[in-house]
């Protein structure tokens, strides 16, 4: 199984996701919140539910907080409804990108979400018209011997599996992701990231200065309230990273 590794691009953008630890903590709590309101509060019958509480716990939200969230999306405890919408744009140099917003006043997010776009040399687009270029998908980032990893991401149902350096990338179907990551985990494989996201099914090579520009309006966007993840398909080489990176 063979394909161009998007590792590089993924490490980065965590990366500086992290370093906003407090508002990530927020948009993974409103999260949990608006899937248990939609599926309900049992995490074996609600899978979007089972995997923004486990992503929670990937980046150390305490359980209480987790908690708290799943009855307040569940009608438990007092709480916000929050609005799923889906805005769509291009960046600099052509990339498509695709934001996730869940909000309780649609006015709001799409006066800074338009806002951030016109600041940072994009566009905002009309419905349907970059989303088409994304699929929805399971991704895994895991280490561990690779023969181990193969054959334990296979048997859980794995659709592709990408070797990049010392880590693997698995793509599953999105409602396969837990299944997928139970098997790793039942085999001992460490797992760095995992998570339902948008993969697109086309990208666009960026050089260093285009970089920037396109990393310059998702960080924008990234840093509203609302907004939960952004998507874009652009891909830059190693050295480029390097370059961005100094």
Known sequence: MAGHSKWANIKHRKGRQDAKRGKLFAKLIRAIEAAARNGGSDINANATLATAVQKAKDNSVPKDNIDRAVARGAGELDGIAYEEIWYE???A???AVYV???TDNRNRSSSD???AFSKNGGSLGEPGSVGYLFQQKGLIVATGDEDTVMM???????EDIITADDRFEI???AGDLVIVRAALEDA????EQAEVTQLPTMSVDLDAPGAAKVLRLIDALEDLDDVQDVYANFDVADEVLAQLDE
């Not at 334990?152 to 794995?158: F, I, K, Y």
């Not at 001992?188 to 797992?191: A, L, M, Y």
């Open 89 to 91: 744009g291009y960046a």
């Open 93 to 95: 140099g052509g990339v």
């Open 100 to 102: 996730h917003v869940l």
């Open 113 to 115: 979400v338009r806002s």
């Open 152 to 158: 334990a991401a296979l048997e859980g149902g794995a």
């Open 171 to 173: 793509t599953t179907e």
């Open 188 to 191: 001992d494989v460490t797992i």
